[in-house]
């Protein structure tokens, strides 16, 4: 099956601790991207990257990191500078332009804080 | 910095009724616009999308208006069922630039 894969479905945080979070898609997407949900706010850009070894900060960059050191993975880590780590994260791929361009989500990895 | 505002938040529709969610945007360089119906403990799917050479696009009981001199578009839900009880979320995007925008969604509730 094609897709985007998220892991782990939860994860939690101690303070003061770094977690990665992982993405992996088999759609052989050039984009990728990861959004931060809380309720009410929708879905926020934290990071994307357009091709293998390139990232862009998006809307709420601080306090995360990522690499994509393949054109498969996408992982991010949620370092101890963010304060505010409780939230719904989604990896997603983008399809190439045109009439069929579309976002492909994974199923998303809750993270919470201990 | 909201490029894209989503009116309601939530949505109380009974079975069989129309469902309307509205969306207005800014930024006039946008001209790609998606929904998607995210359902609980998932992830987002592309439900229906529009670009502003034309007003409607339909596709089943799901339709986008869009209106471009207003700045503003919308979905409609004919016939809701309680298998659309989901979360919406509209979206924008420019040809060539990679960053999609998404509103705040709005969480549909349809009772029989």
């Known amino acids: 099956d094609g897709g985007i894969t998220q892991s782990p479905k939860y994860l939690f945080r101690k303070e003061g601790q770094n977690v990665t979070l992982s993405c992996e898609q088999n759609l052989n997407h050039d984009a990728m991207y990861w959004y931060r949900q809380d309720p009410g706010q929708g879905l926020r850009l934290i990071y994307y990257s357009q091709i293998v070894n390139d990232f862009q900060k998006g809307d709420i960059a601080e306090g995360y990191s990522v690499s994509r050191e393949k054109k498969e993975s996408f992982p991010l880590t949620v370092t101890s500078a963010q304060k505010n780590p409780t939230a719904f994260y989604l990896c997603a791929s983008r399809s190439p332009g045109g009439s069929n361009e579309k976002l492909f989500f994974g199923s998303g990895t809750q993270l919470s804080v201990l | 910095q909201q490029q894209v505002k989503q009116s309601p938040q939530s949505l109380i529709v009974q079975k069989g009724g129309i469902s309307i969610i509205n969306c207005a945007y800014e930024?006039?360089?946008?001209?790609?616009f998606p929904w998607y119906q995210q359902f609980p403990g998932k992830g987002p799917a592309l439900l229906i999308a529009?670009?502003?050479?034309?007003s409607e696009k339909k596709e089943g009981r799901f339709t986008i208006s869009f209106n471009k001199s207003a700045k503003q578009f919308s979905l409609h839900i004919m016939d809701s069922q309680p298998g659309d009880s989901a979360t919406y979320f509209c979206a924008a995007s420019t040809a060539g630039y990679q960053k999609v925008t998404f509103g705040t969604g709005t969480k549909l509730q349809v009772i029989p």
């Open positions: 529009i670009r502003p050479d034309v």
């Open positions: 930024n006039t360089a946008f001209d790609y």
